[in-house]
């Protein structure tokens, strides 16, 4: 195939968006960091580190041809389920927030379950490449996927990690639409997920009262609901140009750990409509760049891989949002290339690469 330029347009915007979160990680987290650590450059100094490896990442992984994913697709996957369960057991796993979700290295986390929904998007889009005929036959091609993609969901859920593992069944979902599963199994198995996902709740209560708080966070405003009102409470004085950067009211001890899954409200909150809309721009322009990659990449492979791994980036980005604004319950999701985290940012950075290499395969 012919080969063609890197898409510059999506390389600089998550350059950019990516250099806006470590600004804004440091304007949001200063005053924990002080707290906490003594030094309120602790989260600016790890971000950066990450934000610089990444750069050097999304280049390397732009210059690999994607198709040697294809070849060791079984692999990657069996190294990211070990993690997963490596990563449960005490000692090797690290609790934070609740979840042994992390690797603990020094003083940066490594959370596996971001590389496996990496993993999971390569190996699904080599068996729906191998078998492009396969969602006539639910038995052959669907069962064994939603088998595969539930077993990864439950061993995450184990951590508990309801927000990624929801992320990433969602995505592998999105991947079999496109491939041309019929909408009637779509609804079909949308109400087993239903019942599932009430059987989650009645497991574990605190889902409930997240439930709860969501639909009115007043009635535990001081607890379920602590979150939701706080950040509402940031991002309703941000008007038409923000309160200004640094200037941020709710960063002090009022929204907890603002640098992670709630950054967005800062962001509103000290940059305005403005900023929401220089965001959205960027965001725009990564998620049309991605998918006009995918619409023009005529190897099934390379378009069912560069679509999960877009549209796992847009639902994460959107369920995000979702939640700061109050329109979902909490779920613990960051925002990409925004909040902090070394393992969502590179994995960001890294997948980004991954749909470079695939821009210069187009038709």
Not at 120 to 128: D, V
Not at 237 to 244: A, Q, R, S, T, Y
Not at 285 to 305: A, E, H, P, T
Request: charged share 10%; hydrophobic share 50%.
């Amino acid at each position: 195939m012919k080969k063609n330029r890197m898409e510059l347009t999506l390389f600089i915007s998550v350059i950019i968006i990516s250099l806006i979160g470590v600004l804004m990680i440091y304007s949001s987290s200063y005053i924990w960091a002080e707290y906490k650590y003594n030094d309120p450059y602790k989260y600016l100094k790890n971000q950066f580190l990450f934000f610089i490896i990444g750069i050097f990442l999304m280049i390397f992984m732009s210059r690999i041809d994607y198709k040697k994913y294809f070849k060791y697709s079984n692999k990657i996957l069996i190294v990211c389920i070990t993690l997963l369960i490596l990563v449960l057991i005490p000692g090797i796993g690290t609790v934070r927030n609740g979840s042994r979700s992390w690797f603990g290295i020094g003083s940066f986390g490594i959370q596996p379950s971001e590389f496996a929904k990496l993993g999971l998007i390569i190996f699904t889009s080599k068996y729906l490449s191998n078998n492009p005929n396969c969602m006539k036959d639910i038995k052959k091609g669907v069962i064994p996927i939603l088998l595969l993609t539930l077993s990864i969901f439950g061993i995450i859920m184990l951590q508990p990690d309801f927000g990624t593992g929801t992320i990433l069944v969602m995505t592998i979902i999105g991947i079999l639409f496109v491939a041309g599963l019929n909408v009637k199994i779509f609804v079909k198995f949308g109400i087993v997920g239903l019942i599932g996902i009430v059987v989650l709740v009645i497991i574990a209560p605190y889902r409930l009262k997240r439930i709860l708080s969501f639909l009115n966070p007043w009635s535990d405003p001081l607890g379920s609901g602590f979150q939701i009102i706080q950040s509402l409470y940031s991002i309703g004085p941000g008007g038409l140009f923000g309160l200004g950067i640094g200037n941020s009211i709710q960063k002090h001890f009022y929204l907890p750990e603002p640098q992670t899954d709630f950054i967005f409200s800062i962001i509103s909150e000290e940059f305005g409509f403005m900023g929401i809309i220089i965001l959205s721009i960027l965001f725009i322009l990564i998620f049309y760049s991605c998918l006009k990659i995918s619409m023009k990449c005529n190897d099934l492979f390379g378009k069912y891989l560069s679509f999960g791994i877009t549209f796992g980036l847009i639902f994460q980005s959107v369920l995000n949002l979702c939640v700061v604004v109050g329109l979902v319950p909490v779920t613990g999701v960051t925002l990409p290339f925004l909040s902090y985290g070394g393992s969502s940012l590179l994995i960001s950075m890294a997948s980004m690469g991954i749909v470079l290499n695939i821009s210069r395969y187009e038709k």
